[in-house]
T-cell receptor, first 117, second 113 residues
Framework: AQTVTQSQPEMSVQEAETVTLSCTYD???????LFWYKQPPSRQMILVIR??????QNATENRFSVNFQKAAKSFSLKISDSQLGDTAMYFC??????????????FGGGTRLMVKP | DSGVTQTPKHLITATGQRVTLRCSPR?????VYWYQQSLDQGLQFLIQ???????AKGNILERFSAQQFPDLHSELNLSSLELGDSALYFC????????????FGNGTRLTVT
């Protein structure tokens, strides 16, 4: 079974600064997908960014980027130019693809990020 | 808006009771997933359906059951409720394709008193 670990329960960052959230995972699979989801106080789960394990290039979505280290099984999220609206719980998630069956996500315990003005 | 609809938004009930949570997936999505999020904790996978059939089971209690109907909406039934069942229950859907991300509904907040 896959496990996902987020070792930082809480973090804070000043507005406009950069912050990096850590995530490690354990799997014996070679092909898989990794995700970061954001959960603001509204409790909605919002997809932030995703990475395919077979791609060496790190994914980027505007101010959000990842540092994917497959050998180290590490998948960190970098938020640049932090904004007050980035305040949320961030979850790292692992997906093992299955044919014709959909794909289950395994989540880490989350990191609570506070952006300070 | 993710396109996944969950009803009701809030539910308050007493111990021992039974409730039904409903989920309508995004248009075109065949797979539905149910997750439970207890207070300040991560999401625990409960169960997955694909085109009406159960595909995967996680840490779902025997008191809980689910189904997916021909129109692809899904219901999660929780019975003999206990105080510890109080949580946010999320439904998510995707196409079922190999790299299809999950899109989450806004959740149903269940409070058992």
């Amino acid at each position: 079974a896959q496990t996902v670990t987020q070792s930082q329960p809480e973090m804070s960052v000043q507005e406009a600064e950069t912050v990096t959230l850590s995530c490690t995972y354990d799997t014996s699979e070679n092909n898989y997908y990794l995700f970061w989801y954001k959960q603001p106080p509204s409790r909605q789960m919002i997809l932030v960014i995703r990475q395919e394990a077979y791609k060496q290039q790190n994914a980027t979505e505007n101010r959000f980027s990842v540092n994917f280290q497959k050998a180290a099984k590490s998948f960190s999220l970098k938020i640049s130019d932090s904004q007050l609206g980035d305040t949320a719980m961030y979850f790292c998630a692992f997906m093992k693809p299955h044919n014709n069956a959909g794909n289950m996500l395994t989540f880490g315990g989350g990191t609570r990020l506070m952006v300070k003005p | 808006d993710s396109g996944v609809t969950q009803t009701p938004k809030h539910l308050i009930t007493a111990t021992g009771q039974r409730v039904t949570l409903r989920c309508s997936p995004r248009s075109g999505d065949l797979s539905v997933y149910w997750y439970q999020q207890s207070l300040d904790q991560g999401l625990q996978f409960l169960i997955q359906y694909y085109n009406g059939e159960e595909r995967a089971k996680g840490n779902i209690l025997e008191r809980f059951s689910a189904q997916q109907f021909p129109d692809l909406h899904s219901e999660l039934n929780l019975s003999s409720l206990e105080l510890g069942d109080s949580a946010l229950y999320f439904c998510a859907s995707n196409t079922g394709g190999l790299n299809s991300p999950l899109h989450f509904g806004n959740g149903t907040r269940l409070t058992v008193t």
